[in-house]
């Protein structure tokens, strides 16, 4: 196992496994890039990989930043690959339509659900009040993992598991191993179902790790937990990241070798909910960190332009990420 270093300290931002709003992806990677962020997330397809690469480029030598890119890949059914959708004709005439008011991409019209901007965050799942709003799985990756890692040589990839997907979790590390992408990290991301009916302990996760360290220690691959403490819950209230932060507390110090990561309902106030002597070395932040960008991206869209066409709204921007990200560039 390769010994990690404190400088692979990171920030990352999450763009969205299911995110395929290539206008959106290219100004959110040149904005964060220009802050300074150090990993992006994005869906394994090659067309979002190319617009990330695009913004990142047009950040990366005025900023000086070159960050990594990984992609988000699944051994299952999962939560993070996910769109949302209801029939339009369905909704009576005077809803207040608080589904268009929680969606933070700006999805949701009178004509449904766009699905390119969809990034299947849950938001609007709760909101409609006649229950109208369901969910569709939604893997934007067309080919199988051996050609897009061939495609993309990705920086680092993201395996999404769940507790009990050990032997599909298996299968996915060995096409990996044998695809022979040389990959500076493999991050693990996974998260604990407490739903009345599947109810998992942090010790399940924690055991779970262990199970994923012991199959991937062998490719000799540095190697990232991230604990997804309230996986696309779609809640963005400010005291969200306190279920995330509880479990960090909870069984970070007993994970197996590597860098921990914290994702999940982390927004602008976790690193206040963290104790100052006991930070993760990493941080991946996905609706907040799009969230605020949003509507300047969307002003950009609605002209056929990127945000970086309009040089005043593109620093506005910038700055906002910058102070976004502050409190984790100073610790
Ligand atoms: S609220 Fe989330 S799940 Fe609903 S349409 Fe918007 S992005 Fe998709
Ligand atoms: S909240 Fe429900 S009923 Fe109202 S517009 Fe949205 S989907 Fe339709």
Not at 4 to 25: F, M, Q, R, Y
Not at 120 to 125: A, D, F, K, L
Not at 195 to 214: I, M
Request: net charge neutral.
């Amino acid at each position: 196992m390769i010994k990690t270093k404190k400088k692979d300290k990171w920030i990352k931002l999450i763009c969205g496994a299911s995110n395929e709003d290539i206008v959106a992806i290219e100004d959110l990677c040149a904005i964060y890039t220009a802050a300074g962020i150090d990993y992006i997330d994005v869906a394994a397809e090659e067309s979002i990989v190319q617009a990330a690469k695009k913004g990142i480029e047009w950040a990366k030598d005025i900023f000086k930043n070159s960050p990594g890119l990984m992609i988000s890949i699944s051994d299952g059914n999962d939560i993070h690959f996910r769109k949302a959708k209801f029939d339009p004709l369905k909704c009576p005439p005077h809803c207040p339509r608080p589904c268009e008011k929680v969606c933070p991409t700006f999805a949701i019209d009178n004509s449904g659900i766009k699905e390119s901007k969809c990034y299947g965050c849950g938001r609007c799942i709760n909101s409609c009040p006649l229950n109208l709003i369901s969910e569709y799985e939604y893997n934007l990756s067309k080919d199988d993992l051996a050609s897009t890692l061939h495609k993309i040589k990705p920086d680092a990839v993201e395996i999404h598991t769940e507790i009990n997907r050990i032997d599909s979790f298996t299968k996915v590390v060995s096409i990996i191993k044998s695809s022979q992408t040389k990959l500076e990290k493999i991050s693990i991301s996974c998260g604990l179902n407490q739903s009345v009916k599947k109810w998992q302990e942090p010790e399940d996760l924690l055991k779970a790790l262990w199970e994923r360290y012991e199959i991937l220690n062998e490719l000799n691959i540095p190697l990232i937990w991230q604990l997804d403490g309230r996986p696309m819950s779609g809640d963005l209230a400010p005291t969200t990241s306190r279920d995330t932060v509880k479990l960090f507390e909870r069984i970070g110090s007993h994970l197996p070798p590597g860098l921990i990561q914290l994702a999940g309902g982390t927004n602008e106030k976790t690193h206040e909910f963290l104790k100052s002597n006991n930070l993760p070395d990493g941080i991946a932040f996905g609706s907040s960190a799009r969230k605020i960008m949003q509507p300047l991206i969307e002003f950009a869209n609605k002209n056929n332009k990127r945000l970086y066409d309009y040089p005043e709204k593109m620093a506005l921007a910038i700055n906002k990420a910058q102070k976004f990200l502050e409190p984790w560039k100073m610790s």
